[in-house]
């Protein structure tokens, strides 16, 4: 959907209002980062497990992270419930992977990822450890703040 000023309905842009795992689908999104170089929209395909490239005026994404039929897992490739991803000005790309509590990190154009922060599979209330990380977001000098929701804290990592 696109805000249009002066109106109150939105424009579709990604998505066939049909939840599933086919490239022309999304299913549950829980997060969408605006890419302004690739003018595409980078989107938490939630419950497919996956993180997409919708870019926009096409017609079907492109999969960025996890698994293209939609499984979950917990392997460098696999995402389990992804709710948020950002991008850092690299183009490299972070992504709160809720269920397997950790934040995955893909080196732009790559797919497989590296555990920066949590402990795949193991929730933890430790200062290492992650439950159930929902939000990221990185801050100019690529610092990344976690919403650790079931810790009931705010984490700061250190640039990767």
């Avoid at 249009?4 to 999304?26: D, E, P, W, Y």
């Avoid at 497919?48 to 079907?60: E, F, K, P, T, Y």
């Avoid at 690299?90 to 732009?108: E, K, S, W």
Wanted: proline content about 4%; some cysteine; overall charge neutral.
């Amino acid at each position: 959907m696109r805000y249009l000023s002066g109106t109150s309905a939105g424009t579709l842009v990604a998505g066939n209002n049909s939840a599933g795992t086919g490239n022309t689908q999304l299913w549950q999104p829980t997060s969408v980062y605006f890419d302004s170089p690739t003018n595409s929209l980078l989107i938490a395909n939630t419950y497919a497990h996956n993180i997409v490239r919708w870019v926009l005026g096409d017609s079907c994404w492109t999969l960025v992270a996890g698994n293209l039929n939609g499984s979950s897992g917990n392997t460098f490739r696999e995402l389990q419930y992804p709710r948020t991803v950002t991008l850092d000005p690299m183009g490299n790309v972070y992504v709160a992977d809720t269920v397997n509590h950790r934040i995955q990190f893909f080196l732009n154009g790559e797919t497989n990822g590296t555990t920066i922060a949590g402990h795949t599979g193991s929730p933890a209330r430790n200062a290492t450890g992650l439950f159930y990380p929902s939000k990221i977001v990185l801050d100019s000098q690529l610092y990344l703040y976690v919403a650790d929701t079931d810790n009931q804290r705010i984490q700061k990592f250190l640039q990767y």
